[in-house]
């Protein structure tokens, strides 16, 4: 089944949706779904009022109909009938949380702009670098804007250059929440 094949309704059979915590639920299933009485009343005894969905990569994912989802867009779907037109971004950075109030539905380059840590391995705050032969001013804060790196110049401590890194972010990235 296709992602656009699953309709609003469709999901609303299968799974209750709790906006203000952004957590699904098994619905009980119809005999209809089943072949037979007792595959009926055992997905039901095990699945029904139960937690859907588990960790891939950070985000919540269900699986419905043999396709993962992740949980973000499914609530997306549920809530608004019809599935996002772009990528959807959690505003506080936690992509676990699928509150309907932690949810938009935005363009690719204004998800990437609210972002809250850097990549894995690197040390310093986000968007700060040690210039390691500079002695005095042993920081410096970039920024990129329009894909276009703009230096925002050369600060004495890591926390100097990633206050200038924040607030220039505040500035020119429109998807920015920090």
Excluded at 9 to 20: G, K, M, V
Excluded at 23 to 47: E, H, Q, V
Aim: with cysteine; glycine share 8%.
């Amino acid at each position: 089944m296709a992602t656009h094949d699953l309709t609003a309704a469709r999901l609303r059979e299968l799974l209750h949706y709790d906006a203000s915590t952004g957590i699904f639920t098994w619905m009980k299933r119809p005999l209809s779904m089943f072949r037979d009485l007792r595959a009926c009343a055992a997905w039901n005894g095990r699945y029904a009022g139960q937690t859907a969905g588990g960790i891939s990569n950070g985000y919540v994912s269900i699986g419905v109909f043999d396709r993962a989802h992740w949980a973000h867009r499914l609530a997306w779907l549920y809530v608004h009938d019809e599935w996002p037109e772009h990528e959807i971004d959690h505003i506080n950075g936690i992509r676990t949380d699928n509150r309907m109030q932690n949810l938009r539905d935005v363009r690719r380059v204004v998800n990437q702009q609210n972002v809250y840590s850097v990549s894995r391995g690197q040390k310093m705050p986000m968007g700060v670098f040690c210039n390691k032969r500079k002695r005095e001013r042993a920081y410096s804060a970039n920024i990129r804007i329009q894909g276009k790196t703009k230096h925002l110049g050369y600060f004495e401590t890591a926390e100097m250059a990633s206050q200038a890194y924040i607030a220039a972010k505040r500035l020119h990235h429109a998807g920015c929440t920090i």
